[in-house]
């Protein structure tokens, strides 16, 4: 796996950035890539509302550890999408069991999610002169979320370019790489320090648990999230071995 190219792009990027491991990797290539990156986050009724906190604390942590890093990281901005939690009957926004539906989708799935996210940060993008949405979708592994498919995200872009009228790029790093070689890129962009950060301070469970300290990090371990999250970092660390 190489580095991004046009590591010197003097374009301006907007990172869709929760605080989790997939949205910290894509900041880490971001950040690596462009040369300004702000971070939009979303508040929305999610029932692991403490990404939100564990939001600015990798912020911080990423411009204290790679000051060249920290020398473009811009702005944060959070939009409260309390509504979209108001129409939701999800197991991401309620108490409720996390089982698959009918559908052959996980009622974590809230329909339109990415759609809207990618819609305001788009709206707020052209306001702060960037060209460029950055964001964690990916199709491989992945809980099947209609919205994290390439070509739903490859069509909105031709639509909010259209809308904007202008170019508005979405930019999805890890769409076609497994959770084992997101650990393997973020180790490539930032060395074992940038996974130590993953590990400690990110947060991925869909049940907002921090108490419990893994080896991927903290988290449940059973839920979708974990259990992806789990098993890349031990595809992570097979690949590593075989490789030594």
């Given at each position: 796996m190489s580095l991004p190219p046009q590591a010197n792009s003097t374009r301006k990027a907007l990172v869709l950035f929760s605080g989790g491991q997939d949205s910290t990797a894509c900041l880490a290539w971001a950040l690596e890539r462009y040369a300004?990156?702000?971070?939009?986050g979303f508040d929305y009724g999610q029932r692991h509302r403490i990404e939100l906190d564990c939001r600015q604390t990798v912020r911080r942590e990423l411009a204290a550890q790679?000051?060249?890093?920290?020398?473009?990281?811009?702005?944060?901005?959070?939009l409260d999408l309390a509504l979209l939690g108001q129409i939701s009957d999800t197991a991401l926004t309620e108490s409720r069991?996390?089982?698959?539906?009918?559908?052959g989708l996980p009622n974590t799935f809230v329909p339109g999610r990415n759609l809207l996210f990618l819609s305001f940060a788009a709206t707020l993008?052209?306001?702060?002169?960037?060209s460029v949405l950055v964001g964690g979708m990916c199709e491989t592994d992945y809980s099947g979320y209609p919205d994290c498919r390439d070509n739903t995200l490859k069509a909105l872009q031709v639509a909010l370019s259209l809308g904007l009228d202008q170019p508005m790029?979405?930019?999805?790093?890890?769409?076609?790489?497994?959770?084992?070689?997101?650990?393997a890129l973020t180790e490539q962009l930032g060395g074992a320090a940038l996974?130590?950060?993953v590990i400690e301070h990110t947060h991925?469970?869909?049940?907002?648990?921090?108490?419990?300290?893994?080896?991927?990090?903290?988290?449940?371990g059973s839920c979708p999230a974990c259990e992806l999250r789990a098993?890349?970092?031990?595809?992570?660390?097979?690949?590593q071995r075989a490789g030594a």
């Open positions: 300004q990156v702000e971070t939009i790679f000051p060249a890093w920290g020398a473009k990281l811009g702005d944060d901005h959070v069991a996390i089982e698959m539906q009918a559908n993008a052209y306001r702060r002169g960037a790029t979405i930019e999805t790093p890890l769409m076609f790489i497994t959770k084992a070689q997101t650990w996974n130590a950060l991925t469970c869909y049940l907002g648990e921090r108490q419990q300290r893994h080896a991927w990090g903290y988290g449940c098993q890349g970092y031990e595809g992570f660390l097979a690949q």
